[in-house]
């Protein structure tokens, strides 16, 4: 018997494993692939004798079900009450020739390369083997009767479900953006877990623009947006004021992000660049914005600035849909990234959804606006991009 606390020691053993033994019987609450391990299992398919892999929360990914689809030997199951959540796998030549490797590691890259687990080795050779085996056999049997074979019709649909779940999976991970981000874990950020209350002194106490200024700039914002169906069809002026450009027609026109000193931006703004236009046309003035409606407006907005222009982007956005965006300037930028243990490269187009509009999303003041008056509602209707008034820096 033996217990393996690394990755590296669990890595060996599975290859050691794989190679001495003739068949496979596994039962685990989850598998992945992009790893030695798989690859070795891969290469050692007519081995299988019973897998069952399960699908809960969509943590298995659909490439490891893909590539078994046609394998008979592995099954998978999703338990609708409780959770399949075994890691069990038995090595087998004969019933006085076997090991088991069963503790906390599930089958996938991260099992078996970064994340802390406890295994526990055991062999033919342990006290109670025979009861041991026994169980083990029990175990996986159990499972195959609760578990079945996916169809490919199965595998599209999983597929369609995983990626619009990964989000989801990967903020309660405490991840955004990449794996290898070193921001903090969200209970740790102050900004985000500040109830509505909290979040609307906090705003309250600015003493750089003054609350109704703001509200100012985001009710005229709003009724520009709301008086033409493209943004395109705003006299220069009315742009500019949207855009954060110098105007003559309304003060304050610099709330919340001036890009005054971006002159190619301005110059596109000013010759009423089309596709400026369209892509605010991918961001709806009402109802839920998602990932693909960004990704659009990226798509169009890329065709005139491909370098990383996320702080003017990030001002159009805010000024069409103040609820989601959050203009990110040279004046709020610093405090923010310090905040969430972000780097500021780390903020480009991709970043900016991944770090700073899923992290918005997640913040109980932005969950749970608790408005008590007229004003905070208004605040409400604007809250992420009233971030600037939290991190802005004079």
């Not at 369209?278 to 065709?303: A, E, W």
């Amino acid at each position: 018997m033996k217990l393996i606390i690394n990755p590296t020691q669990l890595e060996t053993e599975f290859k050691r494993l794989t190679i001495q033994y003739k068949n496979f019987y596994w039962a685990t609450a989850w598998a992945g692939v992009g790893s030695k391990h798989f690859g070795n299992l891969l290469a050692n398919m007519d081995k299988i004798k019973k897998i069952v892999v399960g699908i809960h929360f969509y943590q298995t990914h659909p490439d490891f079900i893909e590539a078994f689809l046609d394998n008979k030997n592995i099954q998978f199951v999703n338990q609708p009450q409780g959770t399949f959540h075994p890691k069990l796998y038995l090595f087998h030549n004969t019933d006085s020739d076997w090991e088991i490797i069963i503790g906390s590691s599930n089958f996938t890259r991260e099992a078996f390369n970064k994340n802390t687990e406890a295994n526990t080795l055991v062999s033919c050779n342990d006290i109670n083997s025979a009861d041991f085996l026994k169980t083990a056999f029990k175990l996986v049997d159990d499972s195959w009767k609760i578990s079945k074979s996916f169809s490919t019709t199965d595998l599209i649909r999983y597929k369609t479900i995983w990626k619009n779940q990964r989000p989801k999976i990967k903020s309660l991970s405490g991840l955004y953006g990449s794996d290898d981000s070193n921001g903090k874990p969200i209970h740790e950020v102050p900004v985000i877990n500040m109830t509505w209350k909290e979040f609307v002194a906090k705003i309250r106490k600015e003493d750089s623009h003054g609350l109704d200024r703001r509200l100012k700039v985001i009710e005229i914002a709003q009724e520009l947006f709301g008086s033409v169906e493209h943004f395109n069809e705003l006299e220069d002026d009315k742009r500019k004021f949207i855009a954060g450009a110098t105007t003559k027609y309304a003060v304050d026109w610099g709330y919340f992000g001036s890009m005054i000193g971006r002159g190619d931006y301005v110059h596109e703004i000013i010759v009423n660049n089309k596709d400026i236009s369209v892509s605010l046309d991918q961001i709806p003035l009402s109802g839920q914005i998602t990932r693909t409606h960004y990704d659009n407006f990226v798509k169009h907005f890329t065709k005139v600035f491909s370098g990383n222009y996320i702080g003017v982007a990030s001002r159009l956005l805010a000024m069409k849909r103040p609820d989601v965006f959050y203009c990110l300037t040279s004046k709020n930028q610093k405090r923010f990234c310090k905040d969430f243990n972000i780097s500021k490269s780390e903020i480009d187009y991709k970043g900016y959804w991944e770090h700073v509009i899923e992290r918005i999303y997640d913040s109980e003041w932005w969950l749970n606006p608790t408005v008590t008056s007229k004003q905070e509602q208004q605040i409400s209707n604007a809250r992420a991009a009233f971030l600037d008034a939290i991190y802005y820096e004079e």
